[in-house]
């Protein structure tokens, strides 16, 4: 039996390479997103090893309802990679514009979370990766809502790692993949470190390969994360 996975936020970027990368290394792969069009587009690639599941992450009642259809669709899932995430900037500090990314980041992130470590805990084994962020590594001024609901995911992954450590029935495993700069849509501004799409993908795939904890996108973010932790706040103001 050909083993099975869940990309949430498939229609795009490292969402949509992933997912295909997984057929490639004969994955059946259920595909998520909230353009429908995208994700049939994404099947029509390779229809026998495609499940598209229209979802919004930020409508939690349909996560339930997504997860308690999944012995009908799978009958097992072998990982679960959450990628679904939004942020913009918010330089006026208003309220409408940083309830999408709460809404996103971290009520519809952690029900994912939530939803899925249970269904492995059920199920015996898994592995759940979730897409962060090096941005989860400082504050931002300008993006307040996104590096903090990016804080926020990591340490909620970071969390569930440990308790897996103590359940003892189930095998699972967490991945906390934290990218820098990735060529996609969302990036919209000028940067630096920019790295090309397929590299990224690939070096995120071979870290969820691995089964690895923590995992920063490209290598020399590492780097970065090292700076961030040792830069006193005066400093770091003057880059954040």
Do not use: C
Not at 75 to 88: A, F, K, P, R, T
Not at 119 to 138: C, D, E, M, R, W
Not at 178 to 195: E, K, N, R
């Amino acid at each position: 039996m050909s083993k099975k996975a869940i990309v949430f936020g498939a229609t795009s970027g490292i969402g949509r390479e992933l997912a295909r990368l997984l057929v490639k290394d004969g994955y059946e792969v259920m595909i998520t997103g909230r353009r429908k069009e995208r994700l049939d587009e994404l099947q029509t690639e390779n229809p026998g090893k495609y499940i598209v599941r229209r979802h919004d992450i930020t409508d939690l009642a349909d996560s339930e309802t997504l997860f308690k259809e999944l012995p009908s669709k799978m009958q097992q899932v072998d990982l679960i990679i959450h990628n679904s995430g939004i942020g913009e900037n918010n330089f006026s500090l208003e309220w409408e514009k940083d309830l999408p990314t709460i809404e996103t980041n971290v009520l519809g992130a952690t029900k994912i979370y939530q939803l899925s470590y249970n269904y492995f805990k059920n199920q015996g084994f898994g592995q759940l990766v979730g897409v962060t962020s090096i941005a989860s590594l400082v504050g931002n001024r300008n993006v307040a809502a996104y590096h903090a609901s990016k804080a926020y995911q990591s340490n909620y992954l970071e969390s569930l790692w440990m308790k897996a450590r103590k359940t003892k029935k189930a095998d699972i495993s967490i991945t906390n993949i934290l990218p820098g700069y990735v060529d996609t849509d969302i990036i919209t501004g000028p940067t630096f470190w920019m790295a090309p799409l397929d590299k990224a993908v690939k070096q995120i795939y071979g870290a969820i390969r691995k089964k690895k904890r923590k995992a920063y996108i490209t290598k020399r973010w590492r780097l970065v994360a090292i700076m961030m932790r040792i830069l006193p706040p005066q400093i770091l103001v003057k880059f954040f």
